[in-house]
């Protein structure tokens, strides 16, 4: 692995085409959460809520929790996100020059916002991907849905968990997830890091990032949804309208996210260093976004291939 750099990022700000269709899509993926968000054994972001202790109470004992406000948080720019980072842009339009016709994984999603950046490296790479999602809940996979066929685009979902489920070893050109390694606990990533370099296929490449950092605190959550709640206000003449009187009904929503959403932070290079041992070539930058419950937040962009 070559040594880590460090690139300085300007703060993200909403184009104007992705708030259009955060604003059309956020009550959807809310209605959506409601009825597809089913409670699971094992796996996705319930982990969070039950090892907050709140596995009992019926608005974390499933995760419409997390992906029905997903998007509202988007609107305030507090939610970890693809377009916090350029190079995804560069490292999975540089991989679709090379195989046009790649076999894609996207491996877990919060909502369709992987597969707009995919969509993006697609159009400039003038390639035609075989796209497939997988995610362990309906929801993401849905709004996946929502974007492809807004756009045209062929894709494959399948509702399973990526750390379990049976898919053939060299499956895939192009292995694309954002944030996933801060989604899953210490004693997972290793498990998952494994998964994706049996999946690839020789020569292909994973991209992915990471957030640098320790763990979630209450004074972290309780900070998070004071700054949510400072920014929907400050923000109100320019929110949707079509969640006028909903204020109070969209801070409890804030609220319970910042109570049970959880970021299990990497390390350091040493880490990084270790999960990738096994990929023969590794870059991993080291950049500045906005940040989650700490912002601004450091977070490593990597891109790793195997022989």
Same mark, same amino acid.
């Given at each position: 692995m070559r040594s880590l750099s460090v690139r300085p990022v300007g703060t993200y700000t909403l184009d104007s085409r !992705? $708030? @259009?269709l955060l604003i059309e899509s956020a009550p959807l993926m809310e209605s959506w959460a409601a009825t597809d968000c089913g409670s699971k054994d094992a796996g996705g972001m319930e982990e969070w809520a039950k090892i907050q202790g709140l596995? @009992? %109470?019926p608005p974390a004992a499933r995760c419409d929790w997390y992906h029905g406000t997903w998007q509202y948080l988007r609107l305030l720019n507090l939610v970890a996100v693809p377009p916090w980072y350029e190079f995804y842009l560069d490292a999975l339009s540089n991989v679709l020059r090379r195989r046009p016709n790649s076999k894609v994984l996207i491996s877990a999603a919060a909502d369709y916002g992987m597969l707009a950046t995919l969509h993006e490296a697609t159009r400039a790479a003038q %390639? !035609?991907?075989h796209i497939m999602v997988y995610d362990i809940c309906r929801t993401p996979l849905r709004s996946c849905q929502w974007y492809a066929e807004r756009h045209g685009l062929a894709i494959e979902c399948e509702c399973a968990n990526l750390l379990t489920c049976d898919i053939p070893e060299a499956s895939f050109d192009l292995i694309v997830t954002d944030e996933f390694l801060t989604v899953i606990k210490a004693a997972d990533k290793p498990v998952i890091v494994k998964r994706w370099r049996d999946l690839l296929k020789p020569g292909g490449t994973l991209v992915t990032t990471a957030m640098l950092g320790g763990p979630t605190t209450p004074e972290l959550r309780r900070g998070y949804a004071e700054n949510a709640r400072w920014l929907l206000e400050a923000n109100s003449d320019s929110f949707p309208l079509h969640l006028n009187g909903r204020h109070d009904e969209l801070l409890k929503l804030f609220h319970l996210f910042a109570s049970v959403h959880t970021r299990y932070m990497v390390t350091g290079e040493e880490e990084i260093r270790r999960l990738f041992d096994d990929f023969g070539k =590794?870059?991993? =930058? $080291? !950049?500045?976004t906005p940040g989650e419950c700490v912002r601004p937040t450091d977070s490593f962009q990597i891109v790793a291939s195997v022989p």
């Open positions: !992705t $708030r @259009e596995s @009992e %109470a %390639a !035609t991907p =590794v870059s991993c =930058v $080291r !950049t500045v």
